[in-house]
């Protein structure tokens, strides 16, 4: 086998078909996307530190900003100065974003619910067992092996 070869391949097929399956909505960007999932997470009322923000979802500190510039132009997240020291500034979504997250997440389903349908059953199985490996190869035992939340 050719590893080199087959890692492109990998790396090629995966990304289109994480590309394909969870098209953008409502005009947001690759990026924008896991930065308002992330936040949606949040219980309300609470912000996050973009540099924390950033290191959590493994940007760098220049796209986040771009990123954050982005979304708050759309009316997805706002930024306010911590309360507790001004000199920080927290991040927080707004309902829009949540909706905007919420709708992507429903249309990303959608898309994915097509691609097992195209697959069947026993190739779908296959390639979650193959994932599942992969992502306790890549991240240890310590992640799920399935989604129950």
């Known amino acids: 086998m050719d590893y080199e070869e087959t890692a492109r391949k990998l790396i090629v097929y995966s990304r289109g078909m994480a590309r394909g399956s969870l098209n953008t909505v409502q005009g947001l960007s690759v990026g924008e996307s896991p930065v308002l999932y992330y936040l949606s997470t949040k219980d309300d009322g609470v912000g996050v530190n973009p540099s924390d923000l950033a290191s959590q979802l493994g940007y760098s500190r220049a796209r986040m900003t771009r990123i954050l510039d982005s979304l708050e132009s759309k009316g997805q997240v706002r930024r306010e100065h911590d309360a ?3 000199r920080r500034v927290l991040v927080f979504i707004t309902e829009a974003g ?3 997250s919420r709708d992507e997440n429903a249309k990303g389903v959608q898309a994915v619910e097509k691609l ?3 697959l069947g059953e026993r ?5 979650i067992r193959i994932l599942q490996k992969g992502n306790r190869i890549t991240y240890g035992d310590h992640s799920p092996d399935d989604l129950d939340n």
């Open 98 to 100: 949540r909706k905007c």
């Open 123 to 127: 190739d779908t199985q296959e390639l």
């Open 84 to 86: 507790h020291d001004k």
């Open 116 to 118: 097992i349908d195209s």
